[in-house]
């Protein structure tokens, strides 16, 4: 009875996304409201058709309905809760369903908050957003159904939606018995959120794209997109920023290498987006302030979403090999096409738009130092990672496989010697583009600004050479970083010294002030304070990360650093409520000659996985803010009690999550109404009024 | 006869200074396996690789290594077998070339690009510009908003 909610209900949010692209386009080419009206109504039904098919599907999965293959393959008896919700997508057919539904609910939410403020553009933003919906469901509903049942047809077990003729339902037990359990790579916290966070920034990108293609579309052409889709953006990237973070820490704790990006094709899939998406937040500005770059931002959220939909296309067809990668499946050719009709219809429309001469920009370039021609290099910079990065996880190895039939992996290697040029000019871009001023600006106003933050860059580099580190490279990266994170303190701090003096206020009361009167600006310093900061522990963990490997008997004890790790205890052949059977290793982090932590690597092992990865490491880890001494437990002997351990020493890395955190932190900031603020701000001088009124 | 005794005498004390000499610790392995990939899977570095598969081919590095093999030496064998998916950038110097140029090349004409559209959108010389812009008094928005912000005003 499940399946066969879910999939009417699939069905139905099919023809009512097809039914929303016809209603809204017919209404905007004849102007009969009457149809847009429709059109948003049928848009409005996704949603919530989406919604029971989701909830259906996760009830299935709750209640242990093994007779949906979906069920089957994504979990067993022992699976515990937690990860019977988590498993909603934890394989291709679940995860689309669960995509197209947060597709739907974006879209409905957009489309309620602009109706009356976008009127022109909502027939267009109705009829991309459900068009790119509707494709997404053809997939779940004709080639990745997720509520196909299984039906045994003349002795052999068929997969179906509907029941075939002469067909009867398998014995329940025997599927219980043999369901496959949840991939073990997928049984851990951070993937009850990082999925969701990265599908969020994902079809959190649909948005701009949608009212981008319906400013082209319908011809205004005007910052009416723009502001519509502002702080849309900034959510979907706030998303993506999550969850490549999460990912990040979900390869640290369970991929058991040591750790957090490894450069892999479907890492790179979701970090391209990102960076397109953060080239078009600064680049949108030019826009809005100066009235340039209309064409190029076109192009800039195009190939955002684009870059979305091929990073889809090449993490779910196998076009890819990654240790993320979705099996094979045959959504890999549809997908590719719906790739590319997407990006040549928008590509085209920018074209035929900018030849009408409706893409012209209200000014020229001012001059070389002026904030938009800084802005245009940071452009570049993003664009020019964005070449590297796909050219290495993608171009050249698909490339070598069509042209020279051979296989290649561009892999750390390629990635060191490429980008981190790019990443130091965008950490100078960093440093110097916020001081300098829209329209016109000179070096020596330029240079007179960056004094003081140049005079703090060098002394913390001082500092850091006096602490020991006599790497020209690794001074040098420290200093371009830390310029990035001393300019955007010493804006808020000038700010906040101006408020001070002439208001009397404190510290803490002046930069509240400052920040609530203009969050975009000062949630924007705070992203690049924590970019900095994970620069500080990319540069740290990536430069001075100390490894070793040793095989120890019981009571035995490595040295690494200044630390000590002695090998107590072993505890083998554990059995979890899951079914895992768990090996732990019992050590002691001495430094010193005191016991600073005990850590239990261990290996977990999955008997009933029947293919696939059957065993995880699981690294133990003592973390500070210097640094994180992260073990793992590589091989062990059940007769000898002899382990072998990986033993790494992790500088700074912990900054790396911090910094995050204030990247989060930042945006949301940026993403705050004004008109919030100065609602509270009215309700704040009324209680003061009211008070006073009171008082009197 | 007197010779081939010192001589035996000189092999007994030098084998064993090789095999001390020539001690392959796991970390050695680590380091040559690092640099490459398992041939088998799914982009996964062959120093962290937990396969059994893995787990035997980083005995034949050791293997290589205390047989004297150089590093060099043990990649060209890997990639002689198994191609240039197992290392992380391609050894085939063509595919290496194409590989780590054809993205900088392509950087480079991107700034190129950049550049030319930045003269042809930049009406006057931005030198010039530069030279205006030292004797006028701009006030740029964010600077405007502090003034506003501390005035109080909106």
């Known amino acids: 009875m499940l399946a066969e909610i879910g999939f009417v209900a699939t069905i139905l949010a099919f023809a009512a996304s097809l039914y929303a692209v016809a209603a809204s386009l017919l209404g905007a080419r004849s102007r009969r409201t009457q149809f847009v009206l429709s059109g948003r109504n049928a848009a409005y039904l996704t949603a919530v058709m989406l919604t029971v098919a989701c909830l259906t599907l996760l009830v299935a999965l709750i209640v242990e309905d093994y007779t949906i293959a979906y069920v089957w393959s994504v979990s067993n008896p022992n699976t515990q809760l937690f990860y019977r919700v988590t498993a909603l997508w934890g394989s291709q057919a679940g995860s689309l369903l669960f995509w197209s539904f947060l597709m739907s609910a974006f879209s409905a939410i957009a489309i309620a908050l602009n109706w009356r403020e976008q009127r022109r553009l909502m027939p267009y933003v109705i009829a991309y957003s459900m068009a790119v919906l509707a494709f997404f469901l053809g997939l779940s509903l004709f080639i990745e159904n997720p509520f196909e049942r299984f039906w045994v047809l003349g002795g052999e077990v068929v997969e179906a939606a509907l029941q075939p003729a002469a067909s009867f339902a398998p014995d329940y037990a025997r599927l219980a018995d043999s369901a496959q359990g949840l991939n ?22 649909v948005i701009p794209f949608a009212f981008a293609m319906a400013a082209l579309a319908s011809g205004d052409l005007s910052n009416n997109w723009i502001k519509a889709t502002r702080r849309w953006t900034l959510v979907a990237w706030l998303f993506l920023s999550l969850g490549l973070l999460l990912g990040g820490r979900w390869a640290y704790d369970v991929l058991g290498w040591g750790g957090y990006w490894g450069w892999d094709p479907v890492e790179n899939a979701a970090f391209l987006p990102w960076l397109i998406g953060t080239a078009f937040l600064h680049s949108v500005m030019i826009q809005e302030k100066r009235g340039m770059l209309k064409a190029w931002n076109m192009f800039l959220v195009i190939g955002t979403f684009s870059a979305v939909i091929f990073g889809t296309f090449a993490t779910r067809s196998g076009l890819v090999e990654s240790v993320h990668s979705f099996a094979r499946s045959g959504i890999g050719f549809p997908m590719f096409l719906f790739w590319f009709i997407l990006t040549l219809i928008s590509v085209s429309l920018i074209l035929w738009r900018r030849s009408q001469g409706a893409l012209r920009d209200d000014h020229g370039f001012g001059s070389v130092f002026s904030r938009e021609s800084l802005f245009v290099v940071n452009n570049f910079v993003f664009v020019a990672l964005f070449i590297a990065i796909f050219w290495g996880s993608f171009g050249a190895p698909i490339l070598a496989e069509l042209v020279f039939d051979t296989n290649i992996t561009l892999g750390v290697d390629y990635f060191m010697r490429v980008t981190p040029p790019l990443f130091a000019l965008m950490y100078i871009l960093m440093g110097i583009a916020p001081l300098s001023a829209w329209g016109v600006s000179s070096y020596r106003r330029l240079g007179k600004s960056l004094l003081i933050p140049v005079a703090l860059t060098l002394v913390t580099v001082l500092l850091f050479h006096l602490g020991g580190m006599t790497g020209v490279l690794a001074l040098f990266a420290y200093g371009i970083v830390s310029l990035a994170g001393w300019v955007a303190i010493y804006e808020a701090y000038r700010a906040v010294r101006a408020r001070m003096k002439t208001r009397r206020e404190s510290p803490l009361l002046a930069l509240s002030k400052v920040t609530r009167r203009n969050p975009r600006r000062y949630g924007g310093y705070l992203i690049h304070l924590g970019v900095t900061i994970i620069g500080i522990g990319v540069i740290g963990s990536t430069l001075f990360q100390m490894e070793t490997q040793r095989t120890l008997a019981v009571g035995e004890s490595a040295s690494i650093a200044n630390y000590e790790l002695r090998y107590d205890r072993f505890d083998g052949g554990q059995v979890s409520a899951d079914g895992r059977i768990l090996d732990i290793a019992n050590l002691s982090v001495i430094r010193d000659e005191r016991v600073l932590a005990t850590l239990r690597p261990r290996r977990d092992f999955f008997p009933q996985q029947a293919e696939g990865l059957n065993s995880m490491s699981i690294a133990g880890a003592h973390s500070t803010l210097e640094n994180d001494f992260y073990v793992l437990l590589v091989e062990f002997s059940p007769q000898t009690q002899v382990a072998t351990f990986k033993i790494y020493i992790n500088p700074l890395v912990n900054l790396v999550w911090w910094g995050g955190l204030i990247l989060i932190a930042g945006t949301i900031l940026a993403i705050y109404p004004v008109e919030l603020l100065a609602t509270s701000r009215v309700r704040e001088l009324s209680f003061g009024n009211s008070a006073a009124s009171a008082t009197a | 006869m007197k010779h081939l005794w010192i001589i035996t005498l000189l092999l007994a004390l030098a084998v064993p200074v090789m095999a001390q000499d020539g001690v392959v610790t796991d970390d050695d392995v680590n380091e040559i396996a690092s640099k490459m990939y398992c041939p088998v899977c799914e982009n996964i570095p062959l120093d962290s690789c937990g396969t059994v598969a893995c787990n035997d081919w980083r005995y034949e590095i050791e293997l290589m290594l205390t047989d004297g093999l150089t590093e060099q030496e043990i990649i060209d064998d890997f990639v002689f077998r198994f191609g240039d998916r197992v290392v ?20 480079v004409l991107s700034l190129l690009a950049v550049l030319w559209f930045a003269l042809r959108n930049s009406g006057a010389g931005g030198h010039v510009l530069d030279q205006v812009a030292e004797n006028i008094p701009t006030m740029d928005d964010w600077r405007a908003q502090i003034e506003r912000d501390v005035r109080g005003t909106s």
Do not use: D, K, T
């Open chain 1, 184 to 205: 073990p790579l997928l049984r851990h916290f951070g993937m009850a959120i990082h999925p969701p966070m990265l599908y969020l920034g994902f079809v959190g990108f």
């Open chain 2, 88 to 107: 992380g950038v391609p050894q085939n110097q063509g595919l290496r070339i194409l590989s780590l140029w054809v993205p900088r090349l392509v950087i």
